[in-house]
């Protein structure tokens, strides 16, 4: 089992910026992608940003330019540093983790989310 622990959000004014963390129970030794989910109010969770065991990342189109994804293995902590905020990227944030394994299936595990909301 992997605890997620996250932190950062808040109200920020558009155009602003906001850095999340997430930090993970324990080291993953195994092949993961990390990352965050938005869900804003009636609308379906999506993926913001990820990034693997081989640090490729993968960015939403309505985010690329603005956040950026990145790690610490030493803390097993993730951040998500996000820029020129709008109020669009107003969502609770979720941190997720997904573990592969050779001969089992993949295990995702999720963070509580945090509150962004962007004034404009």
């Known amino acids: 089992q992997v605890q997620l622990v996250e932190s950062g959000g808040g109200l920020v004014q558009a155009g602003g910026s906001l850095r999340l963390s997430c930090t993970a129970s324990?080291?993953?030794?195994?092949?993961?992608?990390m990352g965050w989910y938005r869900q804003a109010p009636g609308k379906q969770r999506e993926l913001v940003a990820s990034?693997?065991?081989?640090?490729?990342?993968n960015y939403l189109d309505s985010v690329k330019g603005r956040f950026t994804v990145s790690r610490d293995n030493a803390k097993n902590t993730v951040y998500l540093q996000m820029g020129s905020l709008k109020s669009e990227d107003t969502a609770v944030y979720y941190c997720y983790l997904r573990i592969s394994y050779i001969l089992e299936p993949d295990q995702d595990y999720w963070g509580q989310g945090t509150q962004v909301t962007v004034s404009s």
């Open positions: 324990r080291s993953i030794t195994s092949t993961y992608v």
């Open positions: 990034i693997s065991t081989h640090g490729n990342t």
